[in-house]
């Protein structure tokens, strides 16, 4: 079996579209751009960590938006033109998911805002971390509070 075909089973037709034929899933209409929760996302593909809950803010785009990744060296930027733009593409290093792309606005420290796909993240709540394998992450939410969700 092929990789393709591994990955073909493995992710929703949404998730293979984004995260490996580099498509863009619709604003607001995706799984974490209001999830307020603490936890870690983790790569679609690899389920290496990319984004802490801690670095979420709401860019009013429409999707998961971070100030930074969790491990830098896990985050690959391509220069992208499509789209009559000129742009920086995220990718993720070892699962090599198209991610979003990051932009110069953002409101932490370095400025910058990655806009990320929920298509090409796993979600994994603070409470799960250490049964699911990332238990080293949970000093990230030392004192991280779950905001309620809206009803």
Not at 101 to 116: A, E, K, S, T
Request: charged share 25%.
């Amino acid at each position: 079996m092929s990789h393709t075909s591994d990955l073909r089973e493995k992710l929703t037709p949404t998730q293979y579209a984004v995260a490996c034929e580099g498509g863009t899933e619709p604003p607001f209409r995706n799984a974490y751009w209001d999830n307020k929760k603490p936890g870690l996302y983790v790569d679609v593909i690899s389920g290496k960590p990319l984004f802490a809950s801690t670095d979420k803010f709401d860019s009013g785009t429409g999707w998961p938006s971070f100030t930074r990744p969790v491990d830098g060296s896990e985050i690959v930027e391509v220069s992208d033109t499509s789209h009559g733009m000129v742009r920086t593409e995220v990718r993720s290093k070892t699962g090599d998911a198209h991610l979003g792309h990051v932009f110069p606005d953002g409101p932490g420290p370095d400025g910058l805002r990655y806009c990320i796909n929920s298509a090409s993240l796993r979600f994994i709540p603070v409470a799960d971390l250490e049964k699911e394998g990332y238990g080293e992450y949970a000093k990230l939410f030392q004192g991280a509070v779950s905001v309620p969700e809206k009803k």
